[in-house]
């Protein structure tokens, strides 16, 4: 049970291996798997886990047949390529891309956009500023200030010249919070602006992202009407 | 169990928390109670189908038949088919599941049953199976429900036709009139008659359009007919000069009453020929003297007056008279009635051969039917030439041209939007008003009501319709739908086809000067006012005829619509006569296969039984005027000179084969009682001549 | 009352038919649990044992186990639905009212499975922020979260081609908006936008690819991904717990004290 370099890790046992199996493993220098996992509290997948998951799905599911039972699928008439429906939506986790496309060409709104944000969303993991993931302006605080500043008057000159307020509200108002992150400090007496201050690039992308998304998307299902003009949803 | 759920969730408080420590308090239990319910919930749906509207329905349906006398027989033809009913028709694109729940449909024993969905459907031409519900009920055939099936839904915007349009569904498959449907038939003739297809195309499934039957004077001359201030009242208001008048009102501003009024005149060129100066020497008859040529020469079968009770009467083939004296020219009239084909060569007005005199009397009549109010306030200033460029734009702007010809105007193609699948226009391409029905009928009403009140920019008149036309208007539109252009052909009942049938020769321009198509149709072509003469050749006696076109009687005593006189010259009607004996005949019967008289006294006595006794003929029909009393069909007391015998023969045997939609009746007639009456008919020469005499 | 549920089962898992089955007998010792996970083709997916603190619901609020409940939802709805569907025109409108209309329920699973596949967009998206936010994307589970974006691709597809299939306006002019972006495509827009619907326009060939696409393709395409994305959090540690890790990289090699494995 005890591996040739056992310098490099203590293996803690239960006498009883019927009772509480352990499965070992030996690290040693040439073994490419990457150990980064501490002791922990541990409990058996089978049954706690399981059970949990499943009632889990179960209650989403009671939910799910509820909503079911009680509203009805949208459907409407037959497919008719003449009769233009007047707006023409697709279906709502796009509704934010064809909201930019109202602003902006197609190859933008359309191609370029998504395809950089997929791309920015698998390369994450890759870049080790993500992954250290230290507060934005703790090093180096009054170039990357700096920086900020032009990037952000960049993208609200880049978004008034197309006219696009819908994106510009909620750039704007992150921008604000890291303006406020930018002037907060791990030393900061409120812990919000402690909070503040440790939150990554990552992190602000991200939630920039996340807030656009919402936004767009929810301009473009209940804001929108004929000829994609401003309509209030309970107005109809 | 080591399970370690304590850390996960609270300890016990108090009762209710540790009903939900014993419910949820570990994640089998929890595992167990949220099965349960989700399980319960599942069993909902299922449920639910169980409890469906159209079992609920077919529940009732059994009970109501089961107290009846044919309890038995309902229930066994109701078990023949259980569940969702639905008649499928894939030629025509039809599932209809109304059934389910209108399970009494076609059950004859229950016509006594008044609640729905149960009652029995009327008799119509058709089985229930033939074409299904929908295509005459409209609404969702496929839904099982009756909100979806009923109502206008995102997934289906047609609902149920309104019963007071239904007629319209028939027209989908019958182009020709159908007797059951005289609102359709009335609204197909009032989009001719009130000129909607001048502006509005319509086309019918088999490529041809529907025509216009109103008949808008040319402009091209207009200042010779008529006076400026005439126009500018016309356009202000045309009912208030004629409440008949078809002239919808466009709500022109006086100043743009006033231009187009001006460019109008301004426009017209005058026409050679167009006008007859009273002779110099004549003096001015008595206005009223002509009331009685007015009469005699039956101007009241195609015009109009109102009398003094505000009651229009007379005809409507040409225009009302009540203030024709405001409108009219004297000299023009004059003109007119001298000779109408020389103004209007296509005009529905016979030209009748007035002598000089009967010209001043009909003129001065008709001139002194005047109203002193309609041009009182009508003061017009010259026209400059700003008003008549400014006119001529806004005769273009509002498709004058579309219905009349104006001198320098094209008519204009396609003005206003093609009608031809009005009937299922989708109700989203419709911007309908503030509290108005979602729905097409009532848009479609409302837009011929008041078309100005979708928008005052609109270019679409306001017409002057009564109630019952808009229904009519609407019922004939939404027959015009993708289902009535899309059917196969083999389902369609197409109308019979429009005839240009022009008869040849000296005969056939007499015809046209006559217009005797206004009135008679021969070959499909022509009115419906006086009988269809395509068989006359064969029905009449040469000797007759040729007197009754010099001086036609009256055939009919009931009716106050009779041929007038046209003052022909001997030769015209000979022309005529031989045209008519010659061209005319039917290939039925040879003409000459009985003759005209010499029947055996006996034969004509049974005749004369027959006719009184067996067939009753003297309840339509007068031979004898002291005894007869029958005044539906034609007098016969000269029928003998005037009729042929195997003409007679032959409409006693089958009338309705020679006339189609006579109102004859077909009585089986054997052929020797056919024969005996014709000889008994055609024994009556002489008395009529005598009663004449008197 | 738990307990004698429990015991029950650990009956019938004692049975021989179930060991036959499931080659893992009775017992509710720790190795027997261990082989209830190990021995099931499905369950070996899946660690042994999870930290206790990965329980609790604000941990991960259990969005990726709801994910999966929604795609199980949309396969047990799914499949009944096909058997009243053809991807025809208008056969397929026609089809869509008959399941509303005429069949047992199929209304009731239409519902369903709308509702479901709405849901589990959302949840998928939900998954991705909540696993950013807990910065669980770090090393070495790069790769899993590189799979998780490729799930919600995947995701979004099968919920972009099943919103055709009822044949109605909605479907109709919904996809034809979302295909016209494709055009927009630099160079080969246009060819691409054929490629996806069979056609320049949406029309049957669109239906009968999009029908292929949602039921066959992609449906078995999610189910690789979504059993190497299950698998490979087994291979990378476990959920991704904070404290427990090491900050950074490099800290890697500060030795461990008693390492299981899960």
Partial sequence: MSGPTPKDFIAGMDSNARKSPTRVVFVTRRTSAQVKVTAEDQVQTYPELLFRAVVAIEVLAIALVSMALLFNAPLEGIADPSHTPNPAKAPWYFLGLQEMLHYFPPVVAGVLVPGLVVMALIVIPYFNINVEAEGLFLKDRERRVLIFYVVTAALCLFLLLFDVYVALVPALIVAGFMALAAQSSPQSASAFRRGLAAKPLSFWIMTWFLFELTVLTAVGTFFRGPGWSWVLPWRS | MPLSSESSFEPKKNSLSALWQTLFGHPVRAFGVVSLLLLILLAIAPAKNHFSEWRHYQKQYLALIRGRGDAVTLERRFHDHDGIQQIWLPQLGVVDRCTSCHSGLKEASLSDVSTQPFRRHPAIPHTLDQFGCVMCHRGQGPATTVEEAHSSTLAWEQPILPARYVQSSCGQCHRAPLTGTPQLNSGRNLLGRYGCVHCHTIKLPDGSAIKPTDDPPSLEHVADKTTREWVYA?????????????????????????????????????????????????????????????????????????????????????????????????????????????????????????????????????????????????????????????????????????????????????????????????????????????????????????????????????????????????????????????????????????????????????????????????????????????????????????????????????????MPRFNLSDEDAKELTDYIMTVYQTPEFDRDSMPAGGYPAAQVERGKQLFYSKYACQGCHIVDTKVDKGYIGPTLTQVGSRLNAAWIYHWLKEPQNLRPGTIEPNRNMPDEDARALTAFLMAQRGSGKQEAKK | MAKTITNYFDELRGTRVWRSVFRSGSGSSTLHRALAIQQNVFLHLFSTKVRTRMLSFSATWYLGTLTLGTFLILVSTGIPLMFYYHPSVPQAYADTKDLQFVVSSGLFLRNLHRWSAHAMVFLVFAHMFKVFYRGAYRPPREFNWVIGVVLLLITLLLSYTGYLLPWDQLAFWAITVGSNIASAVPVMGNKVHFLMLGGNVVNANALLRFYVLHCMILPLVAILFVAIHFWRIRKDGGLYAHQSEPRTVAARSVPAKGVPVP
């Fill in chain 2, 234 to 562: 016309w356009l202000k208001d045309p009912q208030a000069y004629a409440v008949t008048a078809t002239m919808p009102n466009f709500k022109l501003s006086d100043p743009d009453a006033r231009d187009i009024s001006a460019f109008l005149i301004a426009d017209s060129t005058p026409l050679a020929g167009d006008t007859a100066p009273t002779p110099k020497n004549e003096k001015a008859p008595d206005p009223t003297a002509g009331a009685s040529l007015y009469g005699e020469s039956f101007c009241a079968s195609c015009h109009a007056v109102q009398n003094a009770a505000g009651n229009v009467v007379g005809g409507d083939v040409g225009p009302e008279l009540t203030r024709v004296g405001n409108k009219v020219k004297p000299e023009w009239l004059r003109a007119w009635l001298h000779n109408p084909r020389v103004y209007d060569s296509g005009t529905a007005m016979p030209h009748y051969r007035l002598s000089d005199p009967q010209l001043s009397l009909l003129t001065a009549f008709l001139g002194n039917k005047t109203d002193t109010d309609l041009l009182a306030n009508v003061h017009l200033d010259a026209a400059t030439p700003e008003q008549i460029a400014h006119g001529k734009l806004l005769v273009t702007e509002y498709g004058c041209a579309s219905c009349h010809e104006i001198n320098g105007i094209k008519k204009p193609d396609n003005f206003a939007p093609e009608l031809t699948r009005i009937g299922s226009k989708a109700l989203t391409q419709i911007i309908f008003l503030p509290g108005m029905t979602h729905a097409l009928p009532d848009y479609i009403a409302a837009k011929i009501r008041q078309p100005r009140s979708f928008g005052s920019a609109l270019k679409m008149p306001q017409f002057s319709l009564a109630p019952g036309q808009i229904d009519a208007l609407t019922t004939a539109l939404l027959s015009l739908t993708d289902r009535a252009q899309d059917l196969p052909r083999a389902l369609t009942v197409a109308a019979k086809p429009a005839s240009n049938y022009q008869p040849a020769g000296r005969a056939g321009q007499l015809m046209s000067d006559l217009a005797c198509f206004s009135c008679h149709a021969i070959n499909g072509r022509g009115g419906d006012m006086a009988p269809d003469l395509t068989w006359e050749g064969s029905s009449v006696q040469r000797p007759w005829l040729q007197a009754f076109l010099k001086n036609p009687g009256t055939l009919r005593p009931a009716l106050i619509r009779r």
